[in-house]
């Protein structure tokens, strides 16, 4: 018998059944992102992790849930690895990982939040199809909410853990300066969790919070009343090539130049607001320069972002250049000195993010 071909191509029956067998596995993996958002919006994950192992329905009797959601819920997590399943008594529970990845908000590793943002581009489906054909763009104010939120909670873990710590005193001589007392502008702070770790660093330095979108700016001074830091930040609605102020010591962007519609032209404004002896850190989501050195979990990830919010913003800014989520350091670094900037290097990295340092 003739081996099955596919327009006149011999199928390989071994790597279509690898092939099958991983898209069945993915297609159980798109099911579920969902279930994840409504187990971290009804504080499932949490409960279970508090109160486990739980069966179904004390799980239901503790969240003020139906048994029967909740029981299909949980199976459908301890088949794909995220809840742990006794079969002898029935009851399910999270192991310590399981619940850093899930269920503790504080956890460097919690990823609730990027699902949470999935579902979020998800909702702009049919836009950003039709803009494939057209070459148009969809803003970050014209997503849905979950996509701010989501983005703000899946990137804030590695902020809360590496910004102080490691970031910050990456740059030459930044960490003492700030000590001391610096001007700081965020550009792109959104709902202002970078601008108030910062501020709770370093009481002496002044910050200002600065972000296109006027309901995020809302949200990050309710933040900054609720963390009790609005004394030392001020707040800006602006652009990141207009945003107001001069002789900053430090500009900040966290995870948002790669998503501006005119690159070079912000960075001849930041260069311009800058101090003689100033820094801007860029913190970008981690990427090679060459697509092949890409092709892994964390560049998948990034790539699909990218093409459901980050290239469409950009796009719906001009985009010239849209560089993507996965720039990469050499691309990045010649748009930077475009701008006018004289050096830029790579203070750190961690296997999500790339923190560059550019200098006048």
């Not at 992102?33 to 949490?46: N, T």
């Not at 999935?118 to 070459?135: C, T, V």
């Not at 699909?304 to 985009?319: R, Y």
């Not at 930077?336 to 004289?342: D, P, Q, V």
């Amino acid at each position: 018998m003739a081996p099955p071909t596919i327009a006149g191509e011999p199928i390989d029956e071994e790597r279509l059944d690898e092939l099958v067998g991983m898209a069945v596995n993915e297609l159980g993996a798109a099911y579920y992102a969902p279930l994840i958002v409504i187990g971290d919006r009804l504080g499932l994950y949490e409960a279970l992790s508090d109160g486990g192992p739980l069966t179904p329905v004390e799980l239901a009797e503790r969240t003020d849930t139906v048994e029967r959601y909740v029981g299909e819920w949980l199976a459908a997590g301890a088949a794909g690895g995220y809840v742990t399943y006794d079969s002898g008594t029935g009851r399910y529970s999270l192991t310590p990982e399981q619940t850093a990845l899930l269920a503790d908000e504080d956890s460097p590793v919690f990823l609730a939040g990027g699902f949470q943002g999935l579902m979020g581009y998800q909702k702009r489906l049919s836009e950003i199809e039709a803009d494939f054909r057209i070459g148009e763009g969809v803003g970050w104010h014209e997503q849905d909410e979950d996509v701010c939120h989501g983005t703000e909670r899946f990137f804030q873990p590695s902020y809360e853990t590496n910004l102080v710590d490691e970031w910050i005193p990456a740059l030459d001589g930044m960490d003492a300066k700030l000590t001391t007392g610096a001007r700081v502008a965020d550009v792109g702070c959104g709902h202002g969790a970078s601008t108030i770790i910062m501020a709770e660093a370093y009481p002496g330095s002044e910050f200002v919070a600065i972000d296109y979108h006027e309901h995020s700016i809302e949200v990050a001074r309710e933040r900054a009343e609720e963390a009790g830091v609005a004394d030392r930040i001020s707040f800006e609605v602006a652009t990141a090539k207009k945003y107001d102020g001069t002789d900053y010591d430090l500009v900040t962007m966290f995870d948002a130049y790669h998503d501006m519609g005119d690159p070079v032209g912000v960075a001849s404004h930041v260069l311009e607001t800058l101090a003689d002896d100033g820094a801007w850190m860029l913190v970008e989501p981690f990427a090679n320069d060459r697509v092949e050195d890409n092709l892994n979990p964390v560049g998948r990830a990034f790539y699909c972002a990218s093409t459901m919010a980050c290239v469409p913003n950009s796009l719906g800014q001009g985009g010239d250049p849209a560089l993507g989520a996965q720039a990469g350091e050499a691309r990045l670094s010649e748009v930077i000195t475009e701008g006018g900037f004289a050096s830029v290097r790579r203070a750190t990295e961690t296997p999500f993010n790339l923190v560059l340092e550019a200098g006048p």
